[in-house]
């Protein structure tokens, strides 16, 4: 995002036009998440005339260390194909900031009613306190190369869009295979502009990841519901870890021989503060978004998912949260469930009201029309692009029926009732066990073994998932939820669960939910691990909710079905249309969605007004944290070692001079162009020095991951100057300012 000022500017560079290989004129970009291999090309001028002092060889570089050697991947899988948040490493040994909220259910996962660390936050004071996160891995980008020209070679315009897809898998996987080097790297190929363009993403992925700091809840999640996604803001958002590898430096699983990670490139920390206008920076690995959205997908959007979604969370909020005030074991219990269903809750509620109120709808048909009219205008065009919107606007209509029958499934049944979902993943036995009964001689034993693995692995996920189970409040998610999903889908198109339901229980879903919970073995732990020591056949062929789990599933997977063919084309038209608007619009520098790849976006720090006679400042202030007190209110109580410290001023040397007092900053905006899986990803000065960490959109904005609004597009990060404050001041873990570099 850039100033108007530099919209207006006759400046232009020649490049080479990617799609069709022309040399164009290209205007500065005023949007995008950008791939750092392309900065020299595509962003490098414009960063320069914004600020920037690095060299593009400091920023992006394969041969040497280089600013992406700091930015971290966060995923929950030793294979990611994406993260759920970003990280930056900031030591020579390999201590890792990212945001609380990343780190908060591993948090909790560690708490207990006795050491509350989610509530009362954590300070490892030495490495040998720092605490492991099973299936918690951090990715290193090693290099991304193009790769298209050689993956869409052999295709021809003859094939279909299955013959297609077969082409690229089977090209795809040969690559991915020589790149990952036997198993040393993590390697994945990303398709860009639907289709268009692929490239290879080559990743280090380390398993160990260790919790090192966290702040109280009060600091971390200060604000709530109440202030997420909301401006301004003074939350605490930031936790660390820290990165251990084998003796030789090479990936490890956890071990306690294991080391710190020795990085290549590690960022330094600014405490110089900012100003209005700075350049800012941000790298990090983006979730999605949708920009090439046609208006047809917008109105699908805004008239039924999304108000499904909420809805439907709605529902489940409201019922998580009645126990949670009820117990204070099962608001520890459900603490990071509610926090991850709350926060797209409201985003869906904001990206709603956003889209309606810029018109979306309404611009998309504007493009759409000019793209029609610039097609008419040359047969050659016409015979290229000429099925492209036909294709989407059709294929969409055959798959509206469906719409609201999948969503229902996804999130009242997949993400409603806890149980579901667990008795799914022991779908596979009952298969499994028939054949064992089947099975002679060798066959037989190997089949054996292999139950006894699964058996096994069953039985350490059992641990993480009672931990954090609750009977009576999954029951009463299991009633409300598949009620509410029976009243609102019409018969034809619900699964046959409830057959029963009308049958057996003449439409009583507390009767069948109670029925399921007391005859069920998924439902109580203490009968889940008795099954695990002995296994029956018999009994998982008349387990209730397995059979409701193993019927979902199916009619799920049929429904899709129902739209496969359907969805190839929506692609295959998506496909055209995106290439023709690139080459419709040659003087324009084109953003790909994101897809949880490094990216990196830039702009300034800047305040906004978000509406008529309204003029939000550009940072927040400990003060405000202050003003936002209320002792009665779960989201605004304020520890009071950090009242004392604030009436004190006792703030070090974060202090600075604001409004004629002594304060701390504790968040501020930039006009950057970020969302989810940016979460934790490092804001960076003119100086490629740490100043914050991104943690959140403003409410005005939650449209831009459909359509990007520059005029009210904002980042919110928390300050590094606060993060510090807190670690040295509140938290007392000297070590780790210590081990920082940090420039004043």
């Known amino acids: 995002m850039k100033k108007l000022a530099l919209k207006l500017m006759l400046l232009v560079i020649f490049f080479t036009n990617i ?65 759920f948040c970003t990280g930056e490493i900031v030591s020579d040994q390999g ?187 941000i790298w990090g690995f983006p979730g999605g978004t949708n920009r090439y959205m046609t208006s047809w997908e917008v109105k699908q959007t805004l008239e039924e998912t999304e108000p499904a979604i909420v809805k439907i969370r709605d529902l489940k909020l409201k019922i998580m949260k009645e126990d949670m005030q009820a117990d204070p074991k099962i608001n520890l219990m459900y603490a990071a469930k509610y926090a991850a269903t709350s926060n797209y809750w409201k985003y869906y509620i904001g990206q709603i009201r956003g889209l309606k109120r810029l018109n979306v709808y309404e611009k998309k048909l ?72 089947k099975a002679k001689g060798e066959e037989k034993e190997e089949l054996n073994k292999k139950l006894q693995t699964t058996l096994e692995r069953l039985s350490k996920r059992a641990e993480d998932f009672y931990k954090d189970y609750n009977q009576p409040t999954d029951k009463k998610l299991f009633a409300q939820m598949l009620q509410l999903y029976y009243l609102d889908i019409s018969p034809e198109m619900r699964a046959d669960i409830f057959k029963e339901l009308e049958k057996k229980y003449k439409g009583d879903f507390d009767k069948w939910a109670e029925d399921v919970y007391k005859k069920s073995i998924f439902a109580d732990e203490k009968r889940f691990m008795a099954f695990l020591q002995k296994p029956s056949l018999k009994v998982l062929k008349k387990d209730p909710a397995l059979e409701i789990a193993t019927q979902v599933r199916n009619h799920y997977m049929s429904l899709y079905s129902q739209i496969g063919n359907f969805k190839k084309e929506e692609n295959k038209g998506s496909r055209l249309y995106i290439a023709g608007l690139r080459e419709m619009n040659p003087n324009k520098v084109f953003a790909p969605d994101a897809n949880s790849t490094l990216r990196m976006t830039y702009g300034s720090i800047l305040d906004y007004y978000p509406a008529d006679a309204v003029h939000y400042d550009l940072q927040t202030t400990l003060t405000g944290v202050m003003e936002k007190e209320d002792p009665e209110n779960p989201e605004f109580i304020v520890d009071k070692k950090l009242k004392d410290l604030y009436e004190q001023k006792d703030f070090g040397r974060y202090g600075t001079q604001i409004h004629g007092r002594t304060d701390i900053i504790t968040c501020f905006l930039s006009n950057t162009d970020i969302t989810g899986g940016n979460s934790g990803s490092p804001v960076m000065n003119a100086n490629g020095e740490l100043i914050g960490l991104a943690f959140d959109g403003n ?42 570099k940090i420039v004043e």
């Open 366 to 437: 504007k493009t759409e029309e000019e793209f029609l009219n610039w097609m008419a205008q040359d047969p050659e065009r016409k015979g290229r692009y000429g099925e492209a919107l036909d294709l989407i606007q059709t294929s969409l209509h055959h798959q509206q029926p469906f719409v609201l029958p999948i969503t229902y499934i996804e999130e009242a049944v997949f993400q409603g009732p806890e149980m579901i979902l667990w008795a799914m993943r022991s779908s596979s036995l009952p298969q499994m066990m028939e054949k064992i009964e």
């Open 19 to 83: 799609l069709t290989g022309r040399a164009a004129l290209i205007t500065p970009p005023d949007e995008g998440m950008w791939l750092p291999m392309f900065v020299e090309r595509l962003n490098y001028t414009d960063m320069q005339r914004l600020g920037l002092r690095l060299t593009p060889e400091e920023l992006y570089s394969i041969n040497h260390s280089s600013l992406k050697d700091a930015v971290v991947g966060l995923a929950a899988g030793s294979q990611p194909e994406g993260y």
């Open 95 to 281: 201590l890792l900031f990212t945001n609380h909220h990343c780190g908060y259910n591993y948090i909790q996962e560690h708490s207990t009613i006795e050491n509350d660390i989610l509530t009362n936050g954590f300070w490892a004071m030495s490495f040998e306190e720092e605490l492991p996160n099973p299936g918690l891995t951090a990715s290193l980008l090693v290099r991304m190369e193009d790769v298209t020209k050689t993956v869409l070679q052999n295709l021809t315009p003859e094939m279909d869009e299955d013959a297609r897809e077969q082409a690229i898998s089977k090209v795809k996987d040969s690559i991915v295979k020589e790149a990952s080097e036997e198993g040393k790297y993590n390697c994945t190929i990303k398709s860009f502009f639907n289709g268009n363009e692929y490239y290879l993403f080559v990743y280090q992925t380390y398993e160990d990841v260790r919790l090192v700091g966290a702040p109280p809840s009060s600091v971390g999640k200060f604000g709530g519901d109440t202030d997420n996604w909301m401006w301004p803001r003074h939350t605490g958002d930031f936790s660390i870890f820290r990165i251990y590898t084998a003796p030789d430096g090479s990936p490890a699983p956890y071990s306690k021989e294991n080391i710190p990670l020795k990085p290549k490139y590690f960022l330094t920390i600014s405490i110089k503060g900012i100003q209005k206008g700075d350049f800012a920076m």
């Open 699 to 740: 409410w005005e904005a939650m449209s831009g991951d459909i359509a990007f609004e520059p005029n009210l597009q904002r980042t919110i990060s928390v300050d590094i100057r606060y993060v510090l404050f807190i670690i040295e001041k509140l938290g007392g873990c000297h070590r780790l300012i210590d081990e920082l």
